[in-house]
């Protein structure tokens, strides 16, 4: 399949600064990218569909003013956390759509990232 | 309503033996697909298996196979002869045809975990 990458795979920041997290895909343009927290032991859960050259669309209960999405090009999108608290500590991941590729159930493949591991102390 | 339901938050199975996990999901689309997925301690999410719902034949990918059973609404997983290495976590997923972006929907996870 096609490969998806994250960076950085782990950070460590202190509370009240900014992070920034970067998704990539490496082999395929990605119109749209999805950006999915993912706490210790629990399930991933979508924060915000990300959309090459227009606003990212949230999710409920997502503040969109914290979690900063930049969708700048076909390859590239990136997370920034805003003002970073310990209780953002999470693992995140994207994924990514392939327009290249329909999926039998309906929409195109995604791909998901490795993941970056988050720690705000 | 929960579009995606793991009931069994852990799972023990000794090696070379078969072991299911369950899931049974929600969604009124005709066209829709179940995936799973398996998250090493790592964090990355591996795909298992994918069964699209028009699909009349039980996906089957090596030691994995899925077992759809439509109008119950499950797709459970099962690997056969486990190994040691497929100890992780296990997530359940649906994307629906229709949906905003045809996002994933996630179950809460298994942890598998083989005994030697």
């Known amino acids: 399949g096609a490969v998806v990458s994250q960076h950085p795979s782990w950070v460590i920041c202190k509370s009240g600064t900014s992070v920034k997290i970067e998704c990539r895909s490496l082999?395929?343009?990605?119109?749209?990218m999805f950006w999915y927290r993912q706490f210790p032991k629990q399930s991933l859960m979508l924060m915000a569909t990300?959309?090459?050259?227009?606003?990212?669309?949230?999710e409920q209960g997502v503040e969109k003013d914290k979690f900063l999405i930049n969708h700048a090009s076909l390859t590239l999108s990136t997370l920034t956390v805003t003002s970073a608290h310990p209780e953002d500590s999470s693992f995140y991941i994207c994924s990514a759509r392939d327009m290249r590729v329909l999926a039998a159930a309906g929409g195109y493949e995604q791909y998901f990232g490795p993941g970056t591991r988050l720690t705000v102390t | 309503a929960q579009k995606i339901t793991q009931t069994q938050p852990g799972m023990f199975v000794q090696e070379k033996e078969a072991v299911t996990l369950d899931c049974t999901y929600d969604?009124?689309?005709?066209?829709?697909?179940l995936f799973w997925y398996k998250q090493p301690s790592s964090g990355e999410m591996i795909f298992l298996i994918y069964?699209?719902?028009?699909?009349?034949q039980n996906a089957t990918e090596g030691r994995y196979s899925l077992n759809f059973q439509k109008a119950r609404k499950s797709a459970n997983l099962v690997i056969s002869a486990s190994q040691l290495g497929d100890s992780a976590m296990y997530f359940c997923a649906m994307r629906e045809g229709r949906g905003t972006g045809n996002q994933f929907y996630f179950g809460t996870g298994t942890s598998l975990t083989v005994i030697p």
């Open positions: 969604t009124s689309d005709q066209s829709y697909g």
């Open positions: 069964q699209g719902s028009y699909d009349e």
């Open positions: 990300s959309n090459e050259g227009s606003k990212a669309t949230y």
């Open positions: 082999d395929f343009q990605a119109t749209t």
